[in-house]
């Protein structure tokens, strides 16, 4: 091939780089003017760790991402209903790339964990299969009306085995509010509720369990 890179972003004539194009310009060009799309794949794999013969050590990976939640809410003992007043979630997620679409991903997970946790189910009584959504139609997720205070507090430690010390946000980050749920719920009203989805129905029941014992 005539082209190269010049690793800054731009392909340029070999030996003649005064003629270059960013591929930025590239992409908008082949996109809305030809019609086309660029795609590409990549692969980052970090180095083998072997255990050492004395020891029988290994060197662990870094680019696991954590988090900690805690959640705010409110119970209806009467009810059973569950109100997520505020969520606090904090992410060590190694360096963020682009900040503010890793901050979107992590209000919309933190969001996606709370349906998890309160709504979402497609059979209500399993094994029993009575009763379960057919369609989004009668699918329960949360609403609008239903978002709750959301904090996100973003740490970054560079990862020394990931791709320019990043880690992934993605995989984890609607994990952390199902417990963290849950452990409000029970420091409410004092039941534990270890089946997910956490409904009014499951609490009432719980509530009255105890009250019998």
């Not at 082209?3 to 003629?19: F, M, R």
């Not at 007043?85 to 964990?113: C, D, H, Y």
């Not at 369609?135 to 978002?147: A, I, R, S, T």
């Amino acid at each position: 091939s005539d082209l190269d890179t010049d690793g800054q972003g731009n392909i340029q004539v070999k030996g003649a780089p005064q003629k270059s194009i960013s591929i930025f310009d590239v992409a908008l060009s082949a996109h809305f003017k030809r019609g086309r799309s660029i795609s590409g794949r990549g692969m980052f794999l970090i180095p083998r760790s072997y255990p050492e013969k004395e020891t029988g050590a290994m060197k662990p990976s870094t680019c696991y991402a954590h988090a900690c939640t805690v959640a705010e809410v409110e119970v209806d003992d009467e009810t059973g209903e569950v109100t997520v007043l505020t969520v606090k979630n904090v992410f060590e997620i190694g360096r963020a790339l682009n900040p503010k679409m890793v901050e979107q991903q992590l209000v919309g997970g933190s969001w996606m964990g709370i349906s998890h946790a309160l709504y979402e189910t497609t059979e209500p009584y399993y094994p029993n299969r009575d009763h379960g959504g057919t369609d989004f139609n009668q699918y329960l997720m949360p609403g609008p009306g239903d978002l709750a205070e959301t904090e996100i507090i973003v740490l970054e430690r560079p990862s020394a085995d990931g791709p320019f010390g990043a880690k992934g946000p993605g995989e984890m980050c609607a994990n952390p509010q199902i417990p963290a749920v849950a452990n409000a719920v029970f420091d409410a009203v004092g039941v534990r509720i270890d089946t997910l989805p956490i409904t009014p129905e499951r609490i009432l029941r719980a509530l009255k369990a105890r009250a019998a014992s």
